[in-house]
């Protein structure tokens, strides 16, 4: 299969009706859950028959599967895109978890639906996005070893720190917003600090000092 056909290129397809059909999706399972949302549902958000759907989604499975490869590909490029190699370790963790955390922040109905409703995928499509999942998480391990190499981080396991950070992340769309935290940055700026802690940030700067 070439890659102009592969099933993550097909997925999310180029028109602005299946882009609508993916937005009132998203809304849609965020509301009720994959499994008690019917593609009739999702149409009637639109004022289409389900008829209409079918020409760009087959299935409903391979409309949840064109959610999560686009929220998994966007939250990978915030975290990339915040990313600046040449600087210290810290810093980098810093942008890098702000853009992760005020991603699932800013997008919490979206990032609840792709980064919850996996286990609804079929098999091929789970693979590809557990893919995209191993590429954020590989984002964060690397700086964080990185961090440890240079002395910078003290960390007690690099495996359990980037799982506890990516998790956090993760968590964020579960509950966001609450009483207590309603603007992204602001999340953002404290976890960022709770990251930091884990790595063993402030424990280095300490003994070096």
């Known amino acids: 299969m070439s890659a102009e056909h592969t099933p993550a290129v097909e997925a999310l397809g180029p028109s602005k009706a299946a882009a609508r059909i993916r937005a009132a999706a998203a809304e849609a399972f965020a509301a009720k859950g994959y499994g008690a949302t019917t593609t009739r549902e999702i149409a009637a958000r639109l004022g289409l028959s389900p008829g209409a759907v079918y020409p760009h989604y087959k299935t409903k499975e391979s409309l949840l599967f064109a959610i999560s490869l686009e929220g998994h590909r966007a939250a990978l490029a915030a975290v990339t895109g915040a990313d600046d190699p040449g600087a210290a370790a810290a810093a980098r963790l810093s942008t890098t978890v702000a853009a992760y955390v005020a991603w699932h922040a800013d997008n919490h109905a979206l990032a609840r639906v792709v980064q ?94």
């Open 116 to 209: 919850y409703e996996l286990r609804s995928l079929s098999p091929e499509h789970h693979a590809l996005i557990a893919d995209l999942r191993r590429s954020t998480s590989s984002a964060f391990r690397l700086i964080i070893e990185t961090g440890s190499e240079s002395g910078e981080f003290d960390p007690l396991d690099v495996e359990a720190a980037t799982l506890a950070i990516t998790s956090l992340g993760v968590d964020v769309s579960r509950w966001f917003p609450s009483n207590t935290y309603a603007d992204p940055e602001a999340l953002a700026a404290r976890y960022v600090e709770l990251a930091l802690r884990m790595v063993g940030y402030e424990e280095a700067v300490r003994r070096v000092r």
